[in-house]
């Protein structure tokens, strides 16, 4: 009999499609990315002068994940207390494919349903050449960058080579969310934590990401390194609603075979 195989991991489908998985879980490991990097830069900056107003770089911000990143941090932008931790007047910097200012502005009313100018401070560039900059003095160096510039089945980019890591600043928090297409960041290891010397070039310490906060002098590290994070496994963290996304593709899919079945079945008989 004919059977038919649906793998939901490389689907190539619209976002809005109720069978696309993987959308919903590039949803919760956006905002989950974010949390854990806000965690993560509040410890290190409690450790260290000058980490606090550190800038929040979101590479791939229109894609799936990058967008529910940059939407947790509005969330906890309004949840926290006046002059608390975030203050975003001084830290969003949204890398984006377009290469014009008109196209950044029309893409991000449409992404997010605002006008970029509501968004006291957020600042938009085109990706290439925000990276072109990070080896010239003029510009800050970012305390957390979340890339997520991905597209499913095809090699991820490395945007951050060797080279450019080496002109951040110690106590920088990357998070690569790219890493099932390849990564976006040198050195990034799939479910890895990875301590990088920007001044020796070196690679200090590679540690599992899920014993990663049982380090005891993590923090102590970052004093002289940058941190890149691989968390391939972010929805395990919420089960229910991972459970929950993909139940609902699942049932999409069994509920369209079952369709094409019976419409082939009466086809057959007529």
Same mark, same amino acid.
């Given at each position: 009999?004919? %059977?038919?195989?649906?793998?939901?991991?490389?689907?190539?489908?619209?976002?809005?499609?109720?069978? =696309?998985?993987?959308?919903?879980?590039?949803?919760?490991?956006?905002?989950?990315?974010?949390?854990?990097?806000?965690?993560?830069?509040?410890?290190?900056?409690?450790?260290?002068?000058?980490?606090?107003?550190?800038?929040?770089?979101?590479?791939?911000?229109?894609?799936?994940?990058?967008?529910?990143?940059?939407?947790?941090?509005?969330?906890?932008?309004?949840?926290?207390?006046?002059?608390?931790?975030?203050?975003?007047?001084?830290?969003?910097?949204?890398?984006?494919?377009?290469?014009?200012?008109?196209?950044?502005?029309?893409?991000?009313?449409?992404?997010?349903?605002?006008?970029?100018?509501?968004?006291?401070?957020?600042?938009?560039?085109?990706?290439?050449?925000?990276?072109?900059?990070?080896?010239?003095?003029?510009?800050?160096?970012?305390?957390?960058?979340?890339?997520?510039?991905?597209?499913?089945?095809?090699?991820?980019?490395?945007?951050?080579?060797?080279?450019?890591?080496?002109?951040? =600043?110690?106590?920088?928090?990357?998070?690569?969310?790219?890493?099932?297409?390849?990564?976006?960041?040198?050195?990034?290891?799939?479910?890895?934590?990875?301590?990088?010397?920007?001044?020796?070039?070196?690679?200090?310490?590679?540690?599992?990401?899920?014993?990663?906060?049982?380090?005891? =002098?993590?923090?102590?590290?970052?004093?002289?390194?940058?941190?890149?994070?691989?968390?391939?496994?972010?929805?395990?963290?919420?089960?229910?609603?991972?459970?929950?996304?993909?139940?609902?593709?699942?049932?999409?899919?069994?509920?369209? %075979?079952?369709?094409?079945?019976?419409?082939?079945?009466?086809?057959?008989?007529?």
């Amino acid at each position: 009999k004919e %059977c038919r195989s649906i793998d939901l991991s490389i689907l190539k489908l619209p976002p809005d499609h109720p069978g =696309n998985a993987i959308v919903s879980m590039s949803r919760l490991a956006g905002k989950l990315a974010m949390d854990e990097a806000l965690q993560l830069q509040a410890t290190v900056a409690s450790s260290f002068a000058g980490r606090r107003n550190s800038p929040i770089v979101v590479l791939g911000a229109f894609g799936v994940a990058g967008k529910s990143a940059v939407q947790r941090l509005f969330e906890s932008i309004e949840k926290q207390p006046k002059g608390g931790q975030i203050d975003l007047a001084r830290q969003l910097h949204l890398l984006v494919r377009e290469q014009t200012e008109e196209h950044r502005d029309a893409r991000f009313k449409e992404v997010f349903g605002l006008s970029v100018m509501d968004v006291s401070g957020c600042q938009m560039f085109q990706t290439d050449r925000y990276i072109e900059l990070l080896t010239s003095e003029a510009i800050s160096k970012p305390g957390i960058w979340i890339s997520s510039a991905r597209i499913p089945g095809k090699q991820g980019e490395k945007f951050i080579t060797e080279q450019i890591l080496k002109c951040f =600043n110690p106590g920088t928090i990357m998070l690569d969310l790219a890493m099932v297409e390849g990564g976006n960041v040198a050195y990034s290891k799939g479910d890895r934590t990875v301590f990088f010397n920007a001044r020796t070039g070196l690679v200090e310490q590679t540690l599992e990401s899920d014993g990663f906060f049982k380090s005891e =002098n993590w923090v102590e590290k970052m004093e002289e390194c940058l941190l890149i994070r691989s968390v391939t496994g972010y929805p395990k963290r919420v089960p229910k609603e991972a459970s929950e996304a993909v139940s609902s593709a699942t049932r999409y899919w069994i509920s369209d %075979c079952v369709a094409s079945a019976e419409s082939t079945a009466v086809g057959a008989e007529e």
